[in-house]
């Protein structure tokens, strides 16, 4: 990356004119440097010999820095685990900007490094993109869209509709982590923690569990917003059975934990990013746990649970004592408490 | 956090619940007060645990769901008007009688949320050109911090804070539910927070007037069964009074700190309640003294009056009537995105908690 020469992002960077030119080559094409994208077409023309998947996310996190992360690797992970949750190896990303006025230049810098080295991680290639300047107080410092392509994996077969009762319910790991390291950041907020973003890229291993398993994979799917009870209540609705899960079973971090405790917001919803539930045929349970429990981003996999025909549409959790209660889907923004 | 195990423990909670089992013998109607302990019965399936004759009434401890529809209205007012508004986080999607308070802010309303009113002063004072008002509701246990913000924006000199405060008491409350009439309780679970602030001799007087048992009762699973446990104790035993099972929260004279706090500011005095209707002497009210930090006082909101919704029966729930689940419109025209009432809002709120997590639930 070179210097930019200036230390803020102004309206001139948006205008299509020469700072647009200046920006794009010194921090863009020059981080992210590779043959689709050197060719600077208005868009990126590349073969594909594959069913495909595509996937858009838009991120609009406050604060842009957090503790693990900021959002530019989120606005990479995000996409990338959201075309692999569809069976897919993401290939391709495109990269959209909106920038708000007076945005430090240092910053926009270090976002841009993150969603490069995010990017290699994950051994996808940026290859199109767009830079927009809106006015102070008409953005929220920086907002970013980026879409993914990938290629659908020759033995995957992933669609909800192949859900049956007894399925398993597999998570590679904690939940509740990113969520609450950025309710720790919040202004108004503040409390001392270690606790870090988990946001990673999950392609390589669901890729693994694609090779290994094939068709005995019934769904990937990442509960990021609305958390893990939401998208439990999701499927089960989808399907028109019921989920029964364990609470004891659920991975979470004593500190993510007492965090939630102490705010009181309740774990099963808070946003995950580095986490993804597996729905697989009951008789590869343990092999893929196994398999998960041995990859790097799946050392606290666990088996949460089941489908079944029992209570059609409605998540049951057995809670630590052994009651039952209904998991429901979240309304709207989970509310600290009065008291 | 030790509670985050051993008070979740199922080898202990199973203990007591056995013996609940083994000694309960007739039919008993035992009311938890606090919408915090509601939340946790549900919330951990402890109702379907419990023997069938054992029937737990929700009562009415959630600050969100007994504050009057008017105030909520007032709160608005005060947004429209360009006053920052600062909120506990639950308070603001209960509807009030055209709009919530998140609605009011979605049109340009400056509402902050906050987990204490101090955070309200420091707003106060980074922003002395801008009106800042703290929506104070709550039963004894928000009362200290409510008070303390006052004394901190008087001792920082600020002009531009004051407070719109809606605060209940329990005692009183409790003398409403078992006057009335259809009132079939048997025993109290005493709200273990409340009395954390309080103590417990407001209490002893009650036990001797209704002859009737009472247990300070924390939150935790294990805290919950075994707080129904002594009080089913006491009733199978046919005697009547006064025990603490959160003893390691709650103290005889209670917080003496917190309670000089609450007086230097408030004083006892009448207080609307949503759902049941004006209850002599059983709220706070700012004190003369204090009158420049009242909102009610400053901004000329008083004559705010609106009637609640005639389908809601709020009020029925709340004296532990009737459950949510006995409601027509439960789980139908009222749902948590779109509330009737504000049980049916608050995650301590008897409907809510139910359409969250009872397994009773058939919509």
Redesign the interface.
């Known amino acids: 990356m070179e210097n930019s020469g200036f230390e803020t992002i102004n309206l001139g960077h948006g205008s299509g004119g020469e700072l647009t030119r200046n920006l794009l080559d010194k921090v863009i094409f020059n981080t992210f440097s590779n043959p689709f994208l050197d060719q600077k077409h208005d868009g990126a023309i590349v073969e594909i010999n594959s069913k495909i998947a595509i996937s858009t996310d838009s991120f609009v996190i406050t604060p842009i820095f957090f503790k693990g992360g900021n959002i530019g690797e989120l606005a990479v992970n995000g996409t990338v685990n959201d075309v692999a949750m569809c069976g897919a190896i993401p290939k391709y990303l495109s990269l959209a900007f909106i920038i708000e006025e007076g945005l430090k230049m240092e910053e926009f810098e270090k976002i841009v490094a993150s969603v490069k080295k995010a990017a290699d991680k994950s051994g996808v290639l940026i290859i199109t993109g767009d830079t927009k300047v809106v006015e102070r107080g008409k953005g929220d410092k920086i907002f970013i869209n980026t879409t993914g392509f990938g290629q659908v994996h020759p033995k995957a077969n992933i669609s909800v509709h192949n859900i049956k009762a007894g399925d398993k319910i597999l998570v590679n790991g904690n939940i509740a982590q990113h969520g609450m390291a950025i309710m720790s950041e919040r202004e108004g907020l503040e409390f001392e923690s270690d606790l870090v973003s988990d946001t990673t890229n999950l392609n390589f291993l669901v890729k693994d569990l694609l090779d290994a398993f094939g068709e005995k994979i019934k769904l990937f799917r990442d509960p990021t917003r609305g958390g893990l009870g939401t998208v439990l209540h999701e499927i089960a609705n989808d399907i028109s059975k019921g989920v029964f899960v364990k609470e004891s079973a659920i991975p979470l971090e004593k500190q993510v934990a007492a965090a939630c405790e102490m705010l009181g917001l309740d774990p099963m919803y808070v946003a995950n990013e580095g986490v993804f539930l597996v729905v697989v045929d009951p008789s590869i349970e343990v092999e893929a746990l196994a398999l998960m429990r041995n990859h790097e981003k799946g050392k606290n996999a666990s088996l949460i649970g089941e489908f079944t025909n029992a209570h059609p549409n409605k998540v049951v959790m057995e809670s630590l004592i052994g009651g039952k209660r209904i998991v429901s889907p979240l309304v709207g923004e989970q509310l600290p408490r009065i008291c | 956090?030790k509670h985050?195990s051993e008070y979740?423990?199922?080898d202990a909670?199973?203990k007591y619940l056995d013996e609940i089992h083994k000694i309960t013998t007739r039919e008993w109607n035992i009311m938890e007060i606090c919408g915090?302990q509601t939340h946790s019965l549900?919330?951990?399936?402890?109702?379907?645990?419990l023997p069938e004759k054992v029937r737990m009434i929700h009562g009415p401890g959630c600050?969100?769901c007994v504050t009057p529809l008017n105030l909520i209205d007032k709160a608005i007012e005060l947004l429209e008007k360009g006053v920052i508004v600062c909120s506990?986080?639950?308070?603001?999607?209960v509807p009030g009688s055209k709009k919530s308070l998140?609605e009011a802010k979605a049109v340009g309303g400056d509402l902050?949320?906050?987990?204490s009113p101090l955070?309200a002063v420091s707003i106060a004072k980074e922003n002395p050109d801008k009106e800042v008002v703290f929506f104070a509701?709550?039963?004894e246990?928000?009362a200290p911090a409510n008070a303390l913000s006052v004394l901190h924006a008087e001792k920082e000199g600020l002009n531009n804070y004051t407070i719109l405060a809606s605060h209940v008491l329990v005692p009183p409350a409790m003398e409403a539910i078992l006057d009335d009439k259809l009132c079939t309780i048997d025993a109290f679970l005493a709200a273990g927070?409340v009395c954390a602030i309080m103590g417990m001799q407001e209490y002893y007087p009650l036990v001797e007037k209704y002859k009737i048992p009472m247990v300070v009762t924390g939150f935790e699973?294990?805290d919950l069964?075994q707080g129904i446990y002594m009080a089913v104790k006491q009733l199978e035993e046919g005697i009547y009074k006064l025990e603490n099972q959160y003893s390691r929260v709650v103290k005889e004279h209670g917080n003496e700190a917190a309670i000089a706090v609450i007086q230097k500011v408030f004083e006892v005095g009448a207080r609307e309640w949503r759902g049941i209707g004006e209850i002599p002497n059983s709220g706070y009210v700012i004190k003369e003294a204090y009158r420049k930090y009242d909102a009610e006082a400053k901004f000329n909101i008083s004559h705010i009056k609106v009637p609640e919704n005639p389908n809601c029966i709020a009020g029925e729930i709340l004296r532990g009537i009737k459950k949510p689940n006995q409601c027509d419109q439960f789980g139908k025209a009222c749902?948590?995105?779109n509330p009737l009432g504000a049980p049916m809002v608050?995650?301590?709120g008897a409907c809510a908690a139910y359409?969250?997590?009872?397994?009773h639930?058939t919509a």
Do not use: C
Request: hydrophobic share 40%.
């Open positions: 956090m985050l979740r423990d199922f909670t199973k915090g549900v919330k951990n399936g402890i109702l379907e645990l600050p969100v506990f986080g639950d308070m603001i999607r998140l902050r949320i906050l987990y955070e509701v709550g039963f246990t928000t927070h699973p294990l069964v749902k948590p995105a608050s995650s301590e359409y969250h997590f009872s397994t639930l």
